[in-house]
C-alpha cells in the first residue's frame, strides 16, 4: 500500500460519514399543559330535603380525577402530575374547599407534551360521597351508562418551551341530582379559559 493512501482514506471515511443522514430527525422541544380546576363560584346554594344548604367550609365532595389526556387528530399526550411525574395517578381533590371565601383551584395536571394543535381535554372525574355540616353523608355515583372519562372540546396550540394553561371549572352542586334515594353526579364540567405564557 503507497504511504500516502493510509493518510488519505482515513479522511475520506471522516468526510463520507460526516455527509451520511441518519435518518432520524431531531424531536421538538416539548411544550408544556398545566390544567386547573375550581368549583364555578356562581354554584353554592342547594335544597337537600326541604332545606337550603350554603356550602361553608366544613362541607366536603371529594372528587377523584384521572386518566388525563389531550388530543390532537388522532394522536394523544398523556397529562401526568406535576413535571417530575413519571406515570399517571389517580388524585383527589375537595371540590367545596374554600380559600378567602371563594372556591379553592386546584393545580391537576402539568405535563410536557409535543407542539401540535390541540382539540380535545380527556379526563375522568367521578365523586362517591358529598357531606354537609348538617346532614349525613350522602353518596354520589355516575348515572348507570355515564362513561367514566368526560370530552371537553378546546382549540389550542402547543408551542416549543410554551406553557398553556387551561381552567377547567365543574358545578359541584348542580352536579346533583336525586332519583328515589339515589343521588347521580352528572358533572356538569366546561373548559373556562386557556392562558399562554
Known sequence: MPKGFSFILPLILVGTMVGCSTGVEESPEPGTVRVTLEGDPSDTTIAVVGDTIRISDQDSIDLTVFQGKVYAGGRFALLLLTLSSYRQEDAFYNLL???NGAYRNYRIYESRVPPDNYTK????????VIKFRSLAPIPLQLRPGDPLLVDLPVDFHV???QTVEIGVRL???????????LYYFDRKIWVSSIRYF
Open 171 to 181: 358545578s359541584p352542586l348542580k352536579s346533583l341530582s336525586r332519583y328515589r334515594d
Open 159 to 161: 408551542a416549543s418551551g
Open 97 to 99: 374547599a374554600q380559600d
Open 121 to 128: 381535554l380527556q379526563l375522568g372525574v367521578t365523586a362517591t
